[in-house]
């Protein structure tokens, strides 16, 4: 593999200086507990003058290199994600548990998303800051565009990263709010910003794919190169099942977001979280690049899954690769 051109990397010391002394993400994180709990916010916290990271995350975003595209990027999406929602109807729409499901069906059609899945809600996935009276998470996923998204960390990639927080955004409250419409309440999660729930977890649950070793979602057909919107409902939706592609055996036997993590936050094993064994991102090493660069997100960029074309064939190898095994 090439040489790392970000390695050996330094952190910027005004940086580490806005760090809470003697306070570790990792721990807040849970890393090495072994009950399962819910979250604690530790990173894009909406009060950031309440927060112990709040000064980190500050300096992230006055040290964002200045530009007008990526200004209007994020003043479009503070305005969707502040629009009002329709009041519920007082009459509630009747469908069947799978009809409800095929509906999210006509998003994906329309253009504003790539995917949709449901899962019930878990106590586990809910921010211990929050509460919700909901039973059901419907998942929305919207593709990046590789050709953009493999620039970062240069603000090229990041405008793209953006420009699909912006359409998961939007998507969540176009679901929220048809929902709505037909009489069933609906709360529209949108990211960066932590809201009530982790949106990994459902994602997971529901269908798109499985946990990479840099800690986000490896896809079959959209790699890595994907951002989540949610929407909390207790309209009656069937659930869409988990599914295994043979990606997390792959991810073990694979070193490019290793090699490619200039603060060598990736780890070559799974590690305990929450109680729960899965692959992890340590967020003490990860911070201060993901800070000094706007985001970085490399390791999604460099994901073999991730290049358009290539993830399809390899679920399909790994398919033929699992049957001759259980023939044996």
Known sequence: ???????????DPDFLARLPEGYSGNRVNGLGETEVRPPHMVWWTPDMDAAPFGEAQKWFYAHEQPDDEMRALRAERHRVVGTPLPEVAA??????????????????EAGDCEMTGVARLRPEWVFDHAETGFETVIVLGVQHI?????????LRGGKDVTRQYGRAAAVSMKVA?????????????????????LMIPPALECGFGELGKHGSIINPEFGSAFRLGAVLTNAPFATTPRRDFGIDEFCTNCRVCED???PVA????????????????????CIP?????????ICIAVCPWSRPGVGMNLA??????????ESQ
Request: proline share 11%; with cysteine; charged share 30%.
């Open 1 to 11: 593999m090439p040489r790392n051109p970000f390695r050996p990397y330094t952190p």
């Open 91 to 108: 009459t509630p729409v009747e469908r069947s548990p799978e009809d409800w499901t095929a509906a999210l069906q006509a998003f994906v």
């Open 146 to 154: 590789h050709d953009e998204l493999k620039h970062v960390p240069a």
């Open 177 to 197: 709010a048809w929902l709505r419409d037909q009489g069933w309440d609906a709360d529209p999660i949108t990211g960066p910003m932590t809201g009530k729930i």
């Open 260 to 262: 490619a993590c200039p």
């Open 266 to 285: 990736i780890a070559p094993e799974k590690q305990t979280v929450r109680g729960v064994e899965k692959w992890y991102v340590d967020f003490d090493r």
């Open 289 to 297: 690049f993901f800070a000094e660069t706007s985001g970085c997100a």
């Open 316 to 325: 399909a190898k790994l398919a033929r690769r699992a049957e001759r095994l």
